[in-house]
């Protein structure tokens, strides 16, 4: 999102990337169907990411909030629709489309996509601007975007090497917890619940016998315990509360059932990292690093998440679009004149004259 961005801005980008490709979280989002965001407004979400997010994140969602998200998914081409339960996903339900929408825009704005490239480590440079050093070159840039995500499906890429980098450069890494993950129950419980799964269910989170606070939603029953987004919410507020000593009742169809988990599912297989670069040492109105003029961050390496629901990739938009803009405003990156290329052509079916229109169309007469 930001590279396309940038492209759209007429910055000149380069974004590396550390994986022989790029966006594979992206691919994996909302069971291969990829839940770009709500149908809610932007406070009606701000309201739902809870402390300390919900403030940091107000000024990102409230200049690109999910309508205008949408809005411009389908300017440049992506149709979306809304879901009976309010998520919105792109018309097609695949997210490869929505791989393809960013990477045909990247190549349409001549935005450069390095594959295979890791970004090893960032300094301030004497010239005023910053270095990026990956195996091959340093690369100096006025303006530097980390982008570089949680930790958590680390074959994804996501290895937490743009936490590295900022901690390197004298920023606040808050400690990695798993943030939508599901829970390990007793062999005993597993053997007497067959898998299913079991729509709104409303799960209460029980501490010291009293309830803290409610979710909603699907509860899976999985192989190794429990999970689903009314199980998966429970775990972030778990995480961002610290709470050690918690217990669930869930109500399914009137009934109670008290669900006592054994610990919750590793940090790698949570749909989202709870901390990461502290929002205390990065500017909310800009993206911009409070430690490192010209460096910024977006999505989930921030100490950013929300609840499912399309919560995590509108903030990583959000905030993409919030540093983008930052960026064009204030670094004097030399500029391009923006020229959109037309989308690749489809090839032509079988048996029809190859372009046999269009030379036709532009062969001058004599
Ligand atoms: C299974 C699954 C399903 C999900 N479904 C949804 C959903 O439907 N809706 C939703 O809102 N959220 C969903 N999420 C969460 C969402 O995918 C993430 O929050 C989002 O992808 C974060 O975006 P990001 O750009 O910050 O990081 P990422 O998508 O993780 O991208 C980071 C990129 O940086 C690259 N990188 C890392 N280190 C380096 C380096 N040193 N040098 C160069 N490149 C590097 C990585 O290879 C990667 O390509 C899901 C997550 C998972 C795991």
Same mark, same amino acid.
Request: proline letters at 3%; zero cysteines; hydrophobic letters at 50%.
């Given at each position: 999102m930001a590279g396309v961005l940038a492209g759209e801005a007429g910055l000149r980008t380069l974004i590396l990337e550390s994986r022989p490709k790029a966006g594979r979280k992206l691919l994996m989002c909302g069971n291969n169907r990829c839940n770009l965001t709500s149908a809610l407004t932007a406070s009606e979400m701000?309201?739902?990411y809870g402390d300390p997010v919900s403030p940091f994140l107000e000024p990102a969602l409230s200049a690109f909030p999910p309508k205008a998200l949408r809005d411009w998914f389908q300017k440049n081409g992506l149709q979306t629709?809304?879901?009976h339960d309010g998520r919105v996903y792109p018309q097609s339900e695949k997210a490869a489309d929505v791989h393809h929408f960013f990477t045909d825009h990247l190549a349409q704005y001549g935005v450069s996509l390095m594959?295979?490239?890791?970004?090893?480590d960032i300094y301030s440079n004497k010239q005023g601007g910053?270095?990026?050093?990956t195996d091959n070159m340093n690369l100096t840039a006025p303006c530097v975007l980390?982008?570089?995500g949680g930790v958590s499906y680390p074959k994804t890429g996501s290895v937490g090497d743009g936490q590295k980098m900022a901690l390197a450069l004298g920023h606040k890494i808050t400690p990695y917890r798993p943030g939508l993950a599901g829970f390990d129950m007793p062999p005993a419980w597993i053997n007497a619940n067959p898998m299913q799964s079991i729509p709104d269910v409303t799960l209460k989170i029980i501490v010291n016998g009293n309830p803290f606070a409610t979710t909603h939603g699907f509860l899976e029953i999985e192989r190794y315990g429990i999970g689903g987004p009314a199980v998966t919410n429970a775990s972030r507020i778990i995480a961002r509360h610290n709470l050690k000593n918690y217990s669930f009742e869930a109500d399914v169809n009137g009934q109670c059932w008290k669900l006592n988990p054994v610990k919750v599912r590793p940090l790698k297989e949570a749909m989202v990292t709870v901390g990461g670069v502290a929002l205390g040492d990065?500017?909310?109105q800009t993206m911009e690093s409070k430690k490192v003029p *010209?460096?910024?961050?977006? *999505?989930?390496?921030?100490?950013v998440d929300g609840p499912s629901g399309g919560y995590n990739l509108q903030a990583a938009f959000s905030t993409a679009r919030l540093a983008v803009e930052t960026i064009d405003k204030k670094c004097q990156t030399p500029r391009k004149s923006v020229q959109k290329k037309p989308a690749a052509k489809k090839r032509p079916q079988k048996g029809r004259p190859f372009h046999a229109k269009r030379h036709n169309q532009n062969r001058k007469r004599p």
């Open positions: 701000l309201a739902d629709k809304v879901q594959l295979n490239s890791f970004a090893r910053l270095t990026v050093k980390i982008a570089t990065v500017n909310p *010209g460096l910024y961050f977006a *999505g989930e390496v921030l100490d």
